[in-house]
Protein backbone atom coordinates (compact mmCIF):
# COMPACT_ATOMS: atom_id res chain seq x y z
CA UNK A 1 0.00 0.00 0.00
CA UNK A 2 1.82 3.36 -1.11
CA UNK A 3 2.50 5.56 2.16
CA UNK A 4 0.21 8.72 2.55
CA UNK A 5 1.64 12.07 1.59
CA UNK A 6 0.83 15.01 4.03
CA UNK A 7 1.68 18.59 3.32
CA UNK A 8 3.59 20.53 5.82
CA UNK A 9 3.20 23.59 7.25
CA UNK A 10 5.75 25.59 5.56
CA UNK A 11 4.34 23.90 2.13
CA UNK A 12 0.47 25.44 3.34
CA UNK A 13 1.66 28.66 4.03
CA UNK A 14 3.28 29.34 0.61
CA UNK A 15 0.90 27.55 -1.30
CA UNK A 16 -2.09 30.20 0.30
CA UNK A 17 -0.13 32.63 0.60
CA UNK A 18 -1.73 34.26 -2.46
CA UNK A 19 -5.04 33.94 -0.42
CA UNK A 20 -4.12 36.53 1.58
CA UNK A 21 -5.38 40.00 0.95
CA UNK A 22 -1.95 41.57 1.38
CA UNK A 23 0.27 39.10 0.05
CA UNK A 24 3.99 40.28 0.15
CA UNK A 25 5.63 37.30 1.66
CA UNK A 26 5.74 39.40 5.01
CA UNK A 27 3.05 37.33 6.92
CA UNK A 28 4.46 33.86 5.32
CA UNK A 29 7.96 35.01 7.48
CA UNK A 30 5.93 35.91 10.52
CA UNK A 31 4.02 32.90 10.14
CA UNK A 32 7.47 30.70 10.14
CA UNK A 33 8.71 32.47 13.00
CA UNK A 34 5.87 31.19 14.96
CA UNK A 35 6.08 27.76 13.90
CA UNK A 36 9.98 27.98 15.13
CA UNK A 37 8.76 29.24 18.42
CA UNK A 38 6.46 26.63 18.99
CA UNK A 39 8.59 23.79 18.46
CA UNK A 40 11.50 25.18 21.08
CA UNK A 41 8.36 25.48 23.31
CA UNK A 42 6.94 22.57 22.96
CA UNK A 43 10.47 21.20 24.09
CA UNK A 44 10.69 22.70 27.18
CA UNK A 45 7.37 21.89 28.29
CA UNK A 46 8.12 18.43 27.36
CA UNK A 47 11.03 18.17 29.47
CA UNK A 48 9.75 20.37 32.48
CA UNK A 49 8.89 17.70 34.97
CA UNK A 50 12.76 16.75 34.56
CA UNK A 51 14.11 20.34 34.22
CA UNK A 52 13.47 22.47 36.48
CA UNK A 53 11.61 24.86 34.91
CA UNK A 54 7.93 24.00 36.57
CA UNK A 55 6.62 26.07 39.41
CA UNK A 56 6.21 30.07 40.25
CA UNK A 57 8.86 31.90 38.79
CA UNK A 58 8.23 34.30 42.25
CA UNK A 59 7.50 37.70 40.00
CA UNK A 60 3.16 38.38 39.16
CA UNK A 61 2.29 40.01 35.64
CA UNK A 62 0.05 43.22 35.24
CA UNK A 63 -3.11 40.92 36.09
CA UNK A 64 -1.57 40.25 39.71
CA UNK A 65 -1.76 36.13 38.45
CA UNK A 66 1.42 34.55 39.50
CA UNK A 67 3.84 34.14 37.22
CA UNK A 68 5.05 30.12 36.07
CA UNK A 69 8.58 29.78 35.22
CA UNK A 70 7.19 28.35 31.97
CA UNK A 71 4.99 31.65 31.41
CA UNK A 72 8.81 33.37 31.80
CA UNK A 73 9.95 31.38 29.19
CA UNK A 74 7.74 30.67 26.47
CA UNK A 75 7.51 34.70 26.23
CA UNK A 76 11.13 35.16 25.45
CA UNK A 77 11.21 32.10 23.31
CA UNK A 78 8.17 33.63 21.33
CA UNK A 79 9.85 37.40 21.33
CA UNK A 80 12.99 36.40 20.34
CA UNK A 81 11.35 34.40 17.52
CA UNK A 82 9.39 37.32 16.18
CA UNK A 83 11.99 39.96 16.82
CA UNK A 84 14.24 38.35 14.46
CA UNK A 85 11.93 38.11 11.21
CA UNK A 86 12.15 42.10 10.42
CA UNK A 87 8.36 41.44 10.10
CA UNK A 88 6.87 42.72 13.22
CA UNK A 89 6.89 46.12 14.42
CA UNK A 90 5.23 45.72 17.81
CA UNK A 91 4.63 42.51 20.50
CA UNK A 92 1.92 42.68 23.55
CA UNK A 93 2.02 39.80 26.06
CA UNK A 94 -0.30 38.86 28.87
CA UNK A 95 3.56 39.02 30.57
CA UNK A 96 4.60 42.35 30.19
CA UNK A 97 2.75 45.37 31.25
CA UNK A 98 2.77 47.66 28.23
CA UNK A 99 3.57 46.55 24.51
CA UNK A 100 7.34 46.10 23.10
CA UNK A 101 8.55 48.12 20.26
CA UNK A 102 10.90 46.05 18.08
CA UNK A 103 13.73 47.58 17.10
CA UNK A 104 15.81 44.42 15.66
CA UNK A 105 17.15 44.55 12.42
CA UNK A 106 17.49 47.61 9.40
CA UNK A 107 13.67 47.09 8.57
CA UNK A 108 12.44 46.83 11.90
CA UNK A 109 10.78 50.48 11.68
CA UNK A 110 9.04 49.69 8.41
CA UNK A 111 7.37 46.49 9.45
CA UNK A 112 3.58 46.26 9.07
CA UNK A 113 2.68 44.04 11.46
CA UNK A 114 1.89 43.34 15.47
CA UNK A 115 1.48 40.44 17.13
CA UNK A 116 -0.82 39.94 20.67
CA UNK A 117 0.16 36.87 22.34
CA UNK A 118 -0.69 34.63 25.49
CA UNK A 119 2.61 32.50 25.07
CA UNK A 120 1.44 30.04 27.89
CA UNK A 121 -2.02 29.85 28.65
CA UNK A 122 -3.11 27.63 31.25
CA UNK A 123 0.50 27.37 32.26
CA UNK A 124 -0.80 26.78 36.07
CA UNK A 125 -1.17 23.03 34.68
CA UNK A 126 2.43 22.46 34.16
CA UNK A 127 2.95 21.30 37.51
CA UNK A 128 0.28 18.78 37.32
CA UNK A 129 1.05 17.72 33.26
CA UNK A 130 -2.32 18.81 32.00
CA UNK A 131 -2.14 20.33 28.26
CA UNK A 132 -1.48 24.14 27.77
CA UNK A 133 -1.28 26.18 24.70
CA UNK A 134 0.17 29.40 23.02
CA UNK A 135 -2.66 31.79 21.79
CA UNK A 136 -1.36 34.72 18.92
CA UNK A 137 -3.21 37.65 17.12
CA UNK A 138 -1.95 39.62 14.14
CA UNK A 139 -2.66 42.96 12.83
CA UNK A 140 -1.20 45.33 10.21
CA UNK A 141 -0.50 48.11 12.57
CA UNK A 142 -2.52 51.65 11.47
CA UNK A 143 0.18 54.06 12.51
CA UNK A 144 2.74 54.84 9.40
CA UNK A 145 5.64 52.10 8.66
CA UNK A 146 8.11 53.84 9.59
CA UNK A 147 7.27 55.99 12.71
CA UNK A 148 7.45 54.04 16.45
CA UNK A 149 4.47 51.03 16.67
CA UNK A 150 1.75 53.07 19.00
CA UNK A 151 -1.15 51.85 21.17
CA UNK A 152 -3.34 51.93 18.86
CA UNK A 153 -1.69 49.58 16.88
CA UNK A 154 -2.95 47.00 19.57
CA UNK A 155 -6.14 48.47 20.64
CA UNK A 156 -8.16 47.17 17.47
CA UNK A 157 -11.39 45.70 17.17
CA UNK A 158 -11.10 41.84 16.58
CA UNK A 159 -12.63 42.18 12.89
CA UNK A 160 -9.63 44.02 11.90
CA UNK A 161 -6.97 40.86 12.25
CA UNK A 162 -5.43 39.43 9.60
CA UNK A 163 -4.45 36.14 11.27
CA UNK A 164 -4.99 34.05 14.55
CA UNK A 165 -4.50 31.05 15.90
CA UNK A 166 -2.99 28.84 18.97
CA UNK A 167 -0.69 26.14 19.49
CA UNK A 168 -2.25 23.06 21.83
CA UNK A 169 1.18 21.16 23.39
CA UNK A 170 -1.04 18.01 24.74
CA UNK A 171 -0.63 14.26 23.62
CA UNK A 172 0.17 15.63 20.43
CA UNK A 173 1.09 19.28 19.55
CA UNK A 174 -0.39 20.86 16.64
CA UNK A 175 -0.85 24.30 15.30
CA UNK A 176 -4.47 25.64 14.40
CA UNK A 177 -4.60 28.99 12.24
CA UNK A 178 -6.99 30.80 10.11
CA UNK A 179 -6.14 34.11 7.54
CA UNK A 180 -9.54 34.94 6.94
CA UNK A 181 -9.67 31.27 4.73
CA UNK A 182 -10.91 28.67 7.10
CA UNK A 183 -9.34 26.67 9.57
CA UNK A 184 -6.71 24.28 8.86
CA UNK A 185 -4.80 22.22 12.14
CA UNK A 186 -1.27 20.84 12.12
CA UNK A 187 0.31 18.15 13.76
CA UNK A 188 3.60 17.97 14.90
CA UNK A 189 5.64 14.84 14.18
CA UNK A 190 8.80 15.14 16.80
CA UNK A 191 10.70 12.82 15.28
CA UNK A 192 11.79 15.12 12.28
CA UNK A 193 10.37 18.25 13.91
CA UNK A 194 7.95 19.15 10.70
CA UNK A 195 4.06 19.91 11.15
CA UNK A 196 2.13 18.44 8.68
CA UNK A 197 -1.44 19.24 7.50
CA UNK A 198 -3.41 16.44 9.92
CA UNK A 199 -6.70 18.92 10.58
CA UNK A 200 -7.69 20.57 6.70
CA UNK A 201 -10.66 22.68 7.02
CA UNK A 202 -11.70 22.79 10.91
CA UNK A 203 -15.23 23.43 11.44
CA UNK A 204 -17.99 23.75 14.35
CA UNK A 205 -20.93 21.46 14.47
CA UNK A 206 -24.04 23.60 14.84
CA UNK A 207 -24.88 22.44 18.23
CA UNK A 208 -23.23 19.52 20.42
CA UNK A 209 -23.49 17.93 23.87
CA UNK A 210 -20.63 19.54 25.79
CA UNK A 211 -20.66 22.61 27.84
CA UNK A 212 -17.13 23.67 29.51
CA UNK A 213 -17.17 25.86 32.74
CA UNK A 214 -15.73 26.51 36.41
CA UNK A 215 -19.06 25.22 38.02
CA UNK A 216 -17.48 25.61 41.06
CA UNK A 217 -18.07 29.45 40.78
CA UNK A 218 -21.94 28.90 40.00
CA UNK A 219 -22.82 30.84 43.24
CA UNK A 220 -21.33 34.08 41.47
CA UNK A 221 -22.49 33.63 38.02
CA UNK A 222 -25.33 35.84 36.30
CA UNK A 223 -28.76 34.57 36.84
CA UNK A 224 -28.63 34.25 33.13
CA UNK A 225 -25.79 31.70 32.85
CA UNK A 226 -27.39 29.97 35.76
CA UNK A 227 -30.59 29.56 34.03
CA UNK A 228 -28.13 28.38 30.88
CA UNK A 229 -26.98 25.54 32.77
CA UNK A 230 -30.17 24.89 34.20
CA UNK A 231 -30.95 24.33 30.46
CA UNK A 232 -27.99 21.92 29.65
CA UNK A 233 -28.62 19.58 32.98
CA UNK A 234 -32.39 19.26 31.85
CA UNK A 235 -33.61 15.54 30.83
CA UNK A 236 -35.31 16.88 28.07
CA UNK A 237 -34.95 16.29 24.19
CA UNK A 238 -31.16 15.88 23.33
CA UNK A 239 -30.12 16.96 27.08
CA UNK A 240 -28.62 16.57 29.88
CA UNK A 241 -25.49 17.91 27.91
CA UNK A 242 -21.83 16.61 29.18
CA UNK A 243 -19.87 18.71 31.31
CA UNK A 244 -15.91 18.98 30.41
CA UNK A 245 -13.72 21.61 31.73
CA UNK A 246 -9.98 21.31 31.32
CA UNK A 247 -9.07 24.93 32.79
CA UNK A 248 -6.53 25.82 29.98
CA UNK A 249 -8.55 27.51 26.99
CA UNK A 250 -6.77 26.38 23.89
CA UNK A 251 -7.70 22.77 25.28
CA UNK A 252 -11.09 23.33 26.25
CA UNK A 253 -11.82 25.16 23.01
CA UNK A 254 -10.16 22.69 20.45
CA UNK A 255 -11.95 19.52 22.07
CA UNK A 256 -14.96 21.43 21.59
CA UNK A 257 -14.23 22.55 18.11
CA UNK A 258 -13.87 19.16 16.94
CA UNK A 259 -16.72 17.50 18.91
CA UNK A 260 -18.86 20.25 19.15
CA UNK A 261 -19.89 21.82 22.36
CA UNK A 262 -19.59 25.65 23.83
CA UNK A 263 -17.24 26.98 26.16
CA UNK A 264 -18.29 29.99 28.62
CA UNK A 265 -16.36 32.02 31.21
CA UNK A 266 -18.76 34.53 32.48
CA UNK A 267 -18.34 37.79 34.34
CA UNK A 268 -18.74 37.20 37.74
CA UNK A 269 -19.49 38.97 41.11
CA UNK A 270 -15.59 39.35 41.76
CA UNK A 271 -15.16 40.02 38.36
CA UNK A 272 -17.74 41.96 36.54
CA UNK A 273 -15.95 42.33 33.43
CA UNK A 274 -14.99 38.64 33.09
CA UNK A 275 -11.43 37.31 33.54
CA UNK A 276 -9.98 36.40 29.97
CA UNK A 277 -8.27 39.29 28.14
CA UNK A 278 -10.19 40.65 24.75
CA UNK A 279 -6.66 41.11 22.55
CA UNK A 280 -5.00 38.03 23.30
CA UNK A 281 -7.25 35.57 23.99
CA UNK A 282 -11.54 36.29 23.19
CA UNK A 283 -10.28 37.56 19.97
CA UNK A 284 -8.01 35.06 18.75
CA UNK A 285 -10.42 32.39 19.30
CA UNK A 286 -13.47 34.48 17.67
CA UNK A 287 -11.89 34.82 14.75
CA UNK A 288 -11.04 30.83 14.55
CA UNK A 289 -14.90 30.58 15.88
CA UNK A 290 -16.14 32.43 13.18
CA UNK A 291 -14.08 30.98 10.57
CA UNK A 292 -15.16 27.78 11.62
CA UNK A 293 -18.68 28.15 11.51
CA UNK A 294 -18.69 28.54 15.08
CA UNK A 295 -20.10 31.77 17.08
CA UNK A 296 -18.06 34.62 20.35
CA UNK A 297 -20.13 36.82 22.04
CA UNK A 298 -20.06 38.27 25.62
CA UNK A 299 -23.56 37.29 25.89
CA UNK A 300 -24.56 40.08 24.35
CA UNK A 301 -22.62 41.41 21.45
CA UNK A 302 -20.11 39.74 18.92
CA UNK A 303 -16.72 40.05 20.34
CA UNK A 304 -15.16 40.91 17.26
CA UNK A 305 -16.99 44.42 17.24
CA UNK A 306 -16.00 45.10 21.10
CA UNK A 307 -14.18 48.34 20.56
CA UNK A 308 -11.04 47.94 23.08
CA UNK A 309 -9.96 50.75 25.31
CA UNK A 310 -6.50 49.43 27.01
CA UNK A 311 -4.31 46.59 26.36
CA UNK A 312 -5.34 43.98 29.35
CA UNK A 313 -8.98 44.56 28.72
CA UNK A 314 -11.27 41.91 29.88
CA UNK A 315 -14.12 40.47 28.87
CA UNK A 316 -16.85 37.68 29.42
CA UNK A 317 -16.67 35.03 26.98
CA UNK A 318 -19.26 32.31 25.42
CA UNK A 319 -17.72 30.80 22.58
CA UNK A 320 -18.74 27.53 20.24
CA UNK A 321 -21.20 25.64 18.71
CA UNK A 322 -23.78 28.65 16.91
CA UNK A 323 -27.14 27.09 18.58
CA UNK A 324 -25.39 26.26 21.71
CA UNK A 325 -24.09 30.09 21.87
CA UNK A 326 -27.15 31.43 20.34
CA UNK A 327 -29.27 29.56 23.44
CA UNK A 328 -27.06 31.15 26.04
CA UNK A 329 -27.51 34.39 24.46
CA UNK A 330 -31.37 34.12 25.10
CA UNK A 331 -31.12 33.24 28.64
CA UNK A 332 -28.41 36.33 29.25
CA UNK A 333 -31.26 38.51 27.46
CA UNK A 334 -34.40 37.29 29.15
CA UNK A 335 -32.35 37.25 32.80
CA UNK A 336 -31.50 40.84 31.80
CA UNK A 337 -34.64 42.32 30.91
CA UNK A 338 -36.47 40.35 33.91
Same mark, same amino acid.
Given at each position: ??????????????????????????????????????????????????????????????????????????? !??????????????????? !?????????????????? *???????????? $?????????????? *??????????? !?????????????????????????????????? $????????????????? $?????????????????????????????????? !?????????????????????????????????????? $??????????????????????????????????????????????????????????????????
Amino acid at each position: MAEQSFQTLGEFIIDKQDDFLYSSGELSRLLSAIRLASKVVNREVNKAGIAEIIGQAGNQNIQGEDQQKLDVLAN !EIFIEALSQREVVCGIASE !ENDDFIEIKTGNNAHLSK *YVVLMDPLDGSS $NIDVNVSVGTIFSI *YRRVSEPGQPV !ELRDFLQKGVNQVAAGYVVYGSSTMIVYTTGNGV $NGFTLDPSIGTYYLSHP $NMTFSETGKIYSINEGNYIKFPQGVKDYLKYCQE !EKDDRPYIARYIGSLVSDFHRNMIKGGVYIYPSTSQSP $NGKLRLLYECNPMAFLAEQAGGKCSDGFQRVLEIEPTELHQRVPFFCGSSKMVEKAEEFMRNADNS
